[in-house]
């Protein structure tokens, strides 16, 4: 079964420019979760959805903002970048159905670099 | 709400000493208790979790944790390290009927030494 895939690995934007980060699950997950990860402020999420339904938000601004489609490959969006929002982004998926003990398993991670 | 406290920010140790990481949570309810653990440019791996049943669970790496309620602790031990320990880690809680949404810990960078 293949993991979580996160699209692309690496990449550089400037300010004030946006940017979309791809999360593909594990065939079967409906649930996709994406978390920020800095040195300083650890993980932190962002949103979870299931079944292209938004079902859990972090403390984020709006400019952080996400999808789901129908096969749950799930996408983010920031707008207006800015240099603090350099991180590594990390998608992890779940079933999340009548277990929702499960683990979640995640993807390597989108390196986002604001210059 | 729930909050997750990882005491040593790095812990340094020599290949084949025994290491324990160490893992307080704050919460109101019960709880679920996970580790993660992150190797350079990936993501993260579970490593152990704790739900319910015996308080002491194990990995199939050597690694084993203890669920303390009284002291709301969740610490990670290995009786003796390799190299390929070398990673950072993660302790997590979540709460059954909540969002089961994992709060995470800041991270505890175990660094071994030959």
């Known amino acids: 079964k293949a993991g979580v895939t996160q699209t692309p690995r690496y990449l550089i934007k400037t300010r004030g420019q946006q940017v979309t980060l791809s999360c593909s699950p594990i065939s079967g997950h409906r649930s996709v979760s994406w978390y920020q990860q800095t040195p300083g402020q650890g993980l932190q999420f962002l949103f979870e959805y299931f079944s292209e339904t938004q079902r859990n938000k972090g403390n984020f601004p709006g400019r952080f903002s996400g999808r789901q489609f129908s096969n749950s490959r799930s996408e983010m969006n920031v707008s207006t970048l800015e240099l603090g929002d350099s991180a590594l982004y990390l998608c992890?998926?779940?079933?999340?159905?009548?277990?929702?003990?499960?683990?979640?398993?995640f993807g390597q991670g989108t390196r986002l670099t604001v210059v | 709400a729930q909050s997750v406290t990882q005491l040593d920010s790095q812990v340094p140790v020599f290949e084949e000493a025994p290491v324990e990481l160490r893992c307080n949570y704050s919460?109101?309810?019960?709880?679920?208790l996970f580790w993660y653990v992150q190797y350079p440019n990936q993501g993260l791996q579970l490593l152990l979790k704790y739900l319910s049943g015996s308080t002491l669970v194990e990995s199939i790496n050597g690694f084993e944790a203890e669920f303390n309620k009284s002291q709301t602790s969740f610490h990670l031990r290995k009786p003796s390290v390799h190299i390929s320990d070398t990673a950072e880690y993660f302790c997590a809680v979540s709460e059954p009927g909540g969002s089961y949404i994992p709060t995470f810990g800041r991270g505890t960078s175990l660094i071994v030494h030959p």
């Open positions: 992890a998926s779940s079933p999340r159905g009548a277990e929702k003990n499960t683990e979640a398993f």
């Open positions: 919460s109101s309810v019960s709880v679920y």
